[in-house]
């Protein structure tokens, strides 16, 4: 037991050090000009806090820049942006297919975002990963995504039929012709939707045996999340599988790692695995702009963008200690795709000006 301990100890260790060191290869926000004018903002509830912390973080390097934010709600935030009542649309989750289809009917050109954080590991409402759970007597320990595909879906864009009972899973005995119970949150609830568009690729067609769960008030006041109610659920049944958040899983239920194929590797939800996005259902974060063709973005829009892709900004996302900081990698891309945006609109050579957002990485890699 103690060299569990030290053994769990020493890699704890290893992943605070291994992420520090990735946070430092991250690029420091320099301010090369002074701009000024208003961003007004539009958005998630759940981001005020991180918004915050980017908005005092700037403000040390652009003091003439000021905020203005509605953050009553993610379902407001696109229409801010197409209405021209808003400069940025923060969004707690994955952009909806009507959200974007709204915003080029209403503008006449695509929404145009970039994730500025990864989502919580176990933190409700705060973009938390999804997490499949089984009864603690179940024997099954990892599955892949394509049998997912095949439990919770009906069309199975990835190539495989129904699993309808735990034997089509290779389960033996008294499980073997036992069928397979679904509990998840509503259909049209962001968490569905990520789940199909992730697992099932996009398709419509679920299992139409699974039991919904949503949101519900409790008696006194407050509400009962949709996660609860599911694995206190999937607690009193043995044959369930349920897709949920582990903050509410207790000893009746258990977790299982998931896998993009059949060999592997099977990974384990962890604040470490949904951080470095080797978990397959981890989330994002993403703040929205506008950029019609020919135009230039606001320059203090650009600058903050730039801030909140730089190592300042991501120290901010760690800061507020629900969501988790991106990977290098992902800043990488998302500052390319912004700097290719800007070198668009100005007509600048898009290799040219991409340079300016590299990374000096240490020749320790």
Not at 15 to 25: D, L, N
């Amino acid at each position: 037991m103690r060299r569990v301990r030290i053994a769990a100890i020493v890699l704890a260790v290893a992943w605070s050090w291994a992420c520090a060191w990735g946070q430092e290869r991250l690029p420091e926000y320099r301010a090369e000009r002074q701009v000024t004018g208003t961003i007004r903002s539009w958005g998630s509830a759940q981001m005020q806090e991180l918004m915050q912390r980017w908005e005092t973080g700037f403000h040390k390097y652009q003091p003439q820049v000021k905020f203005e934010n509605k953050l009553n709600g993610v379902v407001s935030a696109m229409g801010g942006l197409y209405s021209h009542a808003a400069d940025l649309a923060l969004m707690g989750r994955e952009i909806w297919p009507m959200e974007s289809m709204a915003f080029q009917q209403m503008t006449g050109y695509r929404a145009t975002g970039v994730e500025v954080a990864t989502g919580s590991f176990d933190v409700p409402t705060k973009a938390d990963a999804l997490v499949i759970f089984v009864h603690k007597g179940n024997p099954i320990s990892h599955l892949t995504l394509q049998q997912l595909d095949a439990i919770f879906g009906a069309e199975h864009r990835r190539g495989t039929k129904n699993f309808r009972t735990w034997g089509d899973l290779g389960l033996t005995g008294e499980w073997a012709h036992h069928p397979i119970d679904l509990y998840g949150a509503r259909l049209d609830s962001a968490v569905a939707i990520f789940f199909r568009n992730v697992v099932m690729k996009g398709s419509l067609q679920w299992h139409g045996g699974i039991h919904e769960y949503a949101n519900r008030p409790k008696p006194g006041g407050g509400r009962i999340d949709w996660g609860k109610q599911i694995l206190d659920a999937l607690a009193k049944d043995r044959y369930g599988i349920a897709i949920s958040n582990p903050y509410y899983a207790g000893p009746e239920v258990k977790a299982v790692a998931l896998g993009e194929h059949a060999h592997g590797p099977f990974v384990a939800a962890t604040r470490e695995s949904v951080q470095d996005r080797s978990y397959p259902l981890a989330r994002a974060v993403y703040i929205f702009y506008r950029h019609a063709s020919g135009k230039e973005i606001n320059p203090a829009q650009e600058e903050f963008l730039k801030y909140v892709l730089s190592r300042q900004g991501q120290d901010n996302v760690k800061q507020e200690g629900a969501y988790l900081p991106l990977p290098v990698k992902t800043v990488e891309r998302e500052r390319r795709k912004l700097s290719h945006v800007i070198a668009q609109q100005r007509g600048a050579n898009v290799e040219h000006l991409g340079k300016s957002f590299e990374f000096q990485v240490s020749s320790k890699e």
